[in-house]
């Protein structure tokens, strides 16, 4: 019987982990170590009675008293805060799911490799900010990192077998957000309900946001560099409304391999959580004649100005991934609350790479844990304050 445990258990990736495993016998089929969440309590709870978990975490204190209450009897050990994340992270598991949205799932995905096995990565910003730390980590305890995003799984899947020195490009599919096909005028107005409407991707609310900005995307476009270690010069970017395929990879002899689906994140998690090996899994079969034919458009730069910044953070690499990210997400935080217009987001991250790398050197390697979370610490100071900067100006 496996041993697994899955970060981030409540959320859409989290869900969709869920399912997959009670089809396929939940405590019967696993051992499930650690589960972690946020303030959906009563739903961590019942999946942590499900699944018999060993000990259920979530990520905030004022929500350990409820967690208690709702375990209580079960045998399933609570705990509350980022340190308690930590440490379930600590606990040695075959399979760990890392699906905690956000620079605050490096920490657990880090301490995970430690014990070898398998580390199931849907948290995109892992390799943004610590690329190179966290796949030198995997080498370092023979541990094994599987891409969850559908796009570099699907790059994943298409290199089976392949030699990586004979790739001459990857072709990340972006669907273009909730307002692909928005006016650029209009662009400045859009406000969270219109950012949220994602024609067809399910997925958790940050996530649809920055699909709509593209800021998703320009994550994608590191994290490919990181995993990968191809040439920023390699990947390119292809919006494709239609969600189909998932990405590409093209072939010095010209040859396109592309992976197609139906947008479900089941069959990325169900992918990794069954590699090397394939599995039946509950999602759709692709009906050709039905879908008739697949769109693609190339990426106005104006417009998504997110991946122009992806590719400078590319070039100097280092920190600049954990400065690029953080200022995101407080950017992020801002649109969310109403304190900053849709196309004010990139504007905030621009201003704060350029006053973090005149703080210091954000080429400079990232030698350890400690030097990507005090860049990350540094980048929110300074994003706030490109907030009001942007916001006056």
Known sequence: MRSISVF???GSVGESTFDLLMREGGAEAYRTVALTGGRNIERLAQMAVALRAEVAVTAYDD????????????????????????????RPADWVMSAIVGAAGLVPGMRALRHGGKLALANKESLVTAGQLLMATATANEATVLPVDSEHSAIFQALVGEDLNTVERIILTA????LRD?????????????ALAHPNWSMGARITIDSASMFNKALEVIETREFFGVSPAQIEVIIHPESIIHSMVGFRDGAVMAHLG??????????????????????????????????FLAPDEARFPALRLA??????RGLAGAAFNAAKEVALDHFIAKNLGFMQMAAVVEV?????SSDCSLGNAALTLEDVLQMDHLARIRAVEAVKMVKGS
């Open 63 to 90: 929500c350990l008293g409820a967690l208690r209450d709702a375990l209580a009897g079960t045998g399933t050990t609570v705990a509350a805060g980022t340190q308690a994340i930590h440490d379930a992270a600590d």
């Open 182 to 194: 928005w006016p650029m005028e209009r662009l400045a107005s859009a406000n969270v309900t219109d």
């Open 175 to 178: 669907s273009g957000g909730a």
């Open 8 to 10: 981030g258990a409540t």
């Open 262 to 295: 139906a947008p479900d994140m089941r069959h990325p998690i169900g992918y990794a959580l069954h590699w090397p090996h394939r599995q039946s899994l509950p999602v759709a079969r692709l009906d050709l004649a039905a879908l008739g034919g697949l769109t």
């Open 352 to 356: 704060t790479l350029n006053r973090v």
């Open 311 to 316: 590719r400078e953070v590319m070039q100097t």
